[in-house]
Structure formats: C-alpha cells, structure tokens
C-alpha cells in the first residue's frame, strides 16, 4: 500500500488512541503501516508531526461546524442545538482523532497549540449560551460557560465506549444528547426546573 502523510497520520492516531502517544513508538507506527521507520520519515519529521497533524484534523472539524448554516442562522437555541448535534457526529466520525484531542494536556508545542484551539472552540459556544439565556431560550441559572463544559462533557464521552458497528447508530446517539441536553425538566431548557418527570 502507498502511504501518505493522511494514511500514516490515520494508522498513527489508531494506536495513540488505543495506547497514548508517549506509549506508542514510531518502529510500532511502521510495523502496524507495514512499511519501514525510514519510509515513515520520507513523508513526516516525527512522531509529533503525526500528533500535530491528526489533531488538526479533529480541530478543522470541529471549527467547520460552527460555520455550517445550522449553527450560523436563527435563533441562538437553534443553533446551539445543531452545534451539539453535530459536535458529537464529529465525535463518532473521527473517534481516534477526538480521543487523543480530549487527552492532550499541554506536554508539548502541538498540544498547547491544541488546547489553545479547542479554548477558542468553547468560547464561541459559551457566546451562544450566553446569548440564548439573554433570550431565555435556555435556563439562566447556570454559568454559560459551565454549561458548555457539561454540555460538550457529555459529548465527549461518547469518544470512550462508541463502536461504530455498536447497537446504535451515530445518528441516533446524536439525536439522544441533543433531547438529554435541551429537553425536559432538569435539562438545559429555559424552565429551569430541577426534578426528574
């Protein structure tokens, strides 16, 4: 098989989500593409080269959702709701990229810049929250950008037990944190009330 800096950077990411990027050699990286380390470096510097570039792609996802209509146009709910929908749709297409995403902790250059992105990421939502609680379109007892902690806490964790050959499909995975989230008494809707009905 022909590799390229997307093939490797998707054999890469397999393992670091499977075994950590400190734990993961660049001789398993070649053994797992089938190819030799010096071919490997024919096409990318190093190990972290993969890590920048895997995460970049998690992160142009994500940043693309916030630029798709859906999430552009209408009333702040409305938006918010396409934007966690399609956040965890993202979260299920891209499960070895996201995983690592969500681990990083600022080790090095790639990561910091990483955490950097996914700060800018929060804040564009935590706007939209705080712009649907100033229409009361959603509950206002809960610091906007709290919520969008839990909000994308909740999405983010599908990264650890989804399967895509599991018993539910993305699209309905999808659909259910969108309901969790802004549906229902004890849920992010504007009525702010707090028992389970």
């Known amino acids: 098989m022909a590799y390229d800096i997307d093939s490797l950077t998707d054999v890469a990411f397999a393992l670091f989500a499977q075994r950590g990027f400190d734990a993961t050699s660049m001789d ?13 470096y024919h096409h990318v510097s190093g190990k972290e080269a993969l890590l ?19 999430s552009c146009e209408g009333a702040p709910r409305a938006r918010l709701e396409a934007i ?3 956040v965890a749709l993202v979260t299920m297409a891209m499960l070895p990229e996201v995983s690592v995403l969500f681990r990083v902790r600022g080790n090095s250059r790639t ?29 206002a007892d809960i610091d906007p950008a709290l919520a969008t902690r839990l909000i994308f806490g909740m999405s983010n964790s599908v990264a ?38």
């Open 52 to 70: 920048q570039h895997g995460l970049d792609r998690a992160l142009t996802a994500l940043f693309a959702v916030l630029d798709e209509p859906a």
């Open 111 to 139: 990561e910091r810049a990483a955490m950097e992105r996914r700060r800018t990421f929060d804040a564009a939502v935590t706007g939209l929250v705080q712009a649907a609680q100033r229409e009361r379109s959603v509950r």
């Open 28 to 40: 398993e990286i070649a053994r797992a593409a089938g190819i030799t380390k010096a071919s490997i």
């Open 84 to 86: 966690v929908t399609r």
């Open 160 to 197: 650890e037990w989804y399967r895509p050959n599991g018993r539910m499909g993305a699209q309905e995975i999808a659909s259910a944190i969108g309901r969790i989230v802004f549906e229902g008494s004890g849920s992010f809707d504007a009525g702010g009330r707090t028992e389970v009905q």
